[in-house]
């Protein structure tokens, strides 16, 4: 973003970047920086708390008026919270039949939809594949993990942006069957420790590594710690 910002700023039009990481900020150096010490994926800080969210822009639409190269500290800071386990009651299994992922997919769309309507029909599953086409996505990737090479598995597109999607799709359906609001990470946490779906890409990133894949291919298919 801080590469677009100068890139904008050279045509004539004024930017400000937000900033999560403060060596990636400092060291990019865009024209009008804000470095906001959020969790990642978070950066105007505190889900459904609007006051927050308004400071937060506030203080950033302020740079505009910088003159000279300005970088600038948010003064509130907001931990992740590491420790939080999400805990959501995944559905029962409907059909012995299908492979335990794609039940549960199946299981979780009632969720995934709640969730659809509450937050307007706004998600972040969709960039390559939609939540009609999770459940073939998946499929793609439980080949992988049997030993199919991924290039014949039927992936839908690049797989780092296709597990992108998966993971999207169970972190929306979490928050239709959590009693609150998950803490950052907290998600993804649950995806990779909890449930079939992401057991099935734990298995299909092992399967490509020990297949001798490009490391691209198979290396951010989780976060670097899994």
């Known amino acids: 973003m801080s590469t677009l910002a100068h890139i904008f ?12 990481i403060r060596k990636q900020i400092e060291s990019t150096a865009p024209p009008r ?12 800080g505190k889900p459904n708390d609007p006051e927050f969210q308004h400071r937060v822009l ?14 600038e500290e948010f003064p509130e800071v907001i931990k992740e ?15 012995e039949e299908l492979h335990p992922a794609l039940d549960e997919i199946r299981g979780l769309r009632p969720a995934y939809e709640r969730v659809l309507k509450q937050y307007g029909d706004r998600t972040a599953t969709g960039r390559v594949v939609t939540a009609d086409n ?5 499929s793609a990737f439980i080949r992988v993990a049997e030993g199919v090479p991924w ?10 942006r296709v597990v992108q999607d998966i993971r999207a799709f169970y972190e929306m359906a979490a928050l239709g069957l959590s009693d609150h609001l998950p803490s950052a990470w907290s998600g993804a946490r649950w995806f ?15 399967a490509l590594k020990d297949a001798g894949e490009p490391q691209p291919v198979w290396a951010y298919l989780t976060p670097i710690d899994r």
């Open 9 to 20: 700023e050279a045509a004539g039009l004024a930017t400000v970047t937000l900033g999560s």
């Open 33 to 44: 920086g804000l470095f906001c010490d959020f969790p990642l994926g978070r950066p105007l």
């Open 58 to 71: 506030t203080h950033a639409f302020s740079l505009l008026q910088a003159t000279e190269p300005v970088l």
């Open 81 to 95: 919270d590491t420790s939080e386990v999400l805990a959501c009651p995944l559905p029962p299994r409907s059909n």
């Open 134 to 138: 999770i459940e073939e996505a998946l």
């Open 151 to 160: 290039k014949k598995a039927g992936i839908p597109g690049i797989p780092l």
């Open 192 to 206: 990779y420790d909890s449930t079939e779906g992401g057991k099935v890409i734990l298995a299909a990133k092992s």
